[in-house]
């Protein structure tokens, strides 16, 4: 799981200047830097979640057309929220955006088996990722989910994946996924088509949980107003 960190909001008044890039940007080349002309710099600002019962979580993502300082703004935001609220993978419905990008960050110590993911640089941003084969050979494994406080479920996957996306660069990037990285991944599309672990775990998994389920649909609402 990602470090916390403080997130970091713009102040009243604040002055433009020409500014550096972010300590995130500096570790991920594609994420936002002043490319030319003085802007106002805020850093990456965590964002805040949506939870179970809120209607984007079922929105079905828009395909990302442009790569621009807006997408580039919101990987290093949902990247900040990510590492704040501890999580591996974040997708953008739940932060309250129907783009297709997510985001993650699955530390190789994590994996029981590191043959299983190509060497790929942390943390990992996938625009309009699409699964273009997939092993036969399944897997069922307990997983959690942000916008499901404190609810996990053992939920079946393929083994493998192979992925296609665009990065922060534009540029078309391949990779055939398996292990937690590969399972992180499946995760969060299944959030960019509107799939929730809710629609994923078993009816009798769904039964033992319904209390749970409604109690925090009856949250968010409050929540909503």
């Not at 807006?70 to 953008?92: C, F, K, N």
């Not at 078993?202 to 409050?222: F, Y």
Request: proline letters at 9%; hydrophobic letters at 40%.
């Amino acid at each position: 799981m990602g470090h916390p960190l403080a997130s970091r909001r713009p102040r009243a008044g604040q002055r433009t200047r020409r500014c550096p890039p972010s300590p995130a940007a500096r570790n991920f080349p594609g994420l936002p830097r002043c490319a030319s002309g003085p802007v106002p710099y805020i850093g990456p600002v965590k964002l805040a979640l949506r939870y179970y019962g809120d209607p984007v979580l079922k929105t079905p993502a828009r395909t990302v057309r442009k790569v621009d300082e807006r997408i580039r703004q919101l990987a290093a935001d949902m990247i900040e929220t990510m590492r704040a609220e501890g999580g591996i993978g974040l997708a953008a419905q739940q932060v309250g955006v129907t783009d297709s990008i997510c985001v993650i960050e699955v530390p190789p110590a994590m994996e029981e088996a590191p043959t299983a993911r190509p060497d790929l640089p942390m943390p990992l941003v996938l625009l309009n990722p699409r699964v273009i084969a997939e092993s036969a050979e399944t897997e069922t494994a307990e997983e959690g989910c942000l916008s499901f406080r404190d609810i996990r479920a053992p939920i079946c996957r393929p083994r493998e994946v192979t992925v296609r996306w665009l990065g922060l660069d534009g540029a078309e990037q391949e990779a055939r996924l398996g292990g937690l990285l590969g399972r992180c991944v499946q995760h969060e599309m299944d959030h960019l088509a509107g799939v929730l672990i809710s629609d994923r775990m078993s009816a009798v998994k769904r039964i033992a949980l319904a209390g749970r389920l409604k109690r925090l649909q009856r949250e968010t609402a409050a929540l909503l107003g």
